[in-house]
């Protein structure tokens, strides 16, 4: 209120109300809840405040800073480091005391030029400072399938070897997050296999100036310790996804993760029950090898048409409590509507 000369009042502007973004309920499962939206408006709404501190495991694979844009929303640059940066502060709230984050990213290039850019690095030290979170270990997530790139470098000018594998960033609030390598082993090697039944091997010091005992490498377990090298190769072109996405002319997400690459983390890191989520869902990969592993789950994403086609994931299950077109678009107390922030 501004009071003038002669009592008159003029009535002070008020400031213009921004337009609430809201995050609507794309389907549920018996398990898990689809949500459609950005995840900036979702990490804002109440519906994130009411998963802070339940969540044990943060699997996602961020829109790569690609040189080029892409259907699925990509930023570049200095823009993308930023942005995922401001993010981490609130992605860890939703963590247990002894939960993890695991983010993939892939490599990029300097534009026009044969140099490989280090906004990948740069954005993930950035990550790890805003949000105040440890480097538990990193991954290489090899593709032996991979098609040539980048094309200009490495099938024209032949000056550069074909790049073939993504990082993956595990990464925690703490020192000590929950993990158990033994859900994860890998069959013995031959080798191995011929060392166990026949017990001899060369015991002794090495010159590394390890010393191996006689009896070190003579215990049976269930399988082998992996390395953090991971091959897994991404060359389904005929799985069920792909072909509802034919059925129902919908446009399948261009960049979807081998389900091999989050199944290894969901084991290694959670257990039976734990919640998983994956803030840039795209097909929701992520969701359906955590039901698959009974673990609840939640996922965002904002481009409708994906969250559409990631229903496919979920239609082999025979379970009525799985039917989405009974649980499509309901929230947790039975009313159909939306989450605004």
């Known amino acids: 209120m501004v009071k003038l000369a002669g009592a008159l009042t003029l009535e002070a502007p008020k400031a213009p109300q921004r337009k609430r973004k809201s995050v609507v309920i794309g389907y549920k499962t018996a398990r898990g809840t689809m949500f459609q939206g950005t995840i900036e408006a979702f990490l804002q709404s109440p519906r994130a405040a009411a998963y ?9 694979s961020p829109p790569f800073p690609l040189n080029r844009s892409k259907a699925y929303g990509n930023k570049q640059g200095e823009e993308f480091s930023k942005w995922l940066a401001d993010l981490a502060p609130d992605l860890k709230k939703l963590l247990t005391p002894t939960g993890s984050i695991v983010m993939e990213m892939g490599n990029a290039w300097e534009p026009g030029r044969p140099v490989m850019s280090v906004l990948s690095l740069e954005s993930l030290l950035q990550f790890l400072k805003k949000g105040d979170l440890q480097l538990a270990q990193q991954f290489i997530c090899y593709n032996p399938a991979r098609l040539p790139s980048p094309a200009q470098w490495v099938n024209v000018k032949r000056i550069r070897l074909k790049d073939a594998y993504t990082h993956v960033w595990w990464m925690a609030a703490t020192d000590h997050p929950y993990a158990d390598n033994r859900k994860v082993l890998t069959p013995y090697s031959k080798s191995m296999l011929h060392l166990l039944e026949t017990g001899k091997y060369n015991s002794g010091k090495r010159p590394s100036e390890h010393h191996i005992g006689k009896t070190s490498f003579l215990t049976k377990n269930d399988g082998a310790i992996p390395a953090n090298v ?25 960049a979807r993760m081998p389900i091999a690459l989050p199944e290894f983390f969901v084991k290694l890191l959670t257990k039976d029950g734990d919640l998983v989520m994956d803030p840039f869902a795209g097909s929701n990969t992520t969701g359906a090898i955590a039901q698959q592993l009974k673990r609840k789950w939640i996922a965002v994403e904002a481009e409708k048409g994906y969250v559409e086609s990631s229903r496919s994931r979920f239609m082999r299950r025979k379970a009525k409590s799985d039917d989405l077109k009974r649980t499509a678009k309901r929230s947790p107390d039975g009313r159909r509507g939306s989450i605004h922030t």
Not at 52 to 60: D, P, R, S, W, Y
């Open 230 to 254: 991971l091959t897994i190769t991404n060359t389904g072109t005929s799985d069920v996804y792909q072909k509802y996405c034919r059925e129902h002319g919908i446009k399948p997400h261009p």
């Open 52 to 60: 802070a501190g339940k969540v044990q495991l943060i699997f996602t």
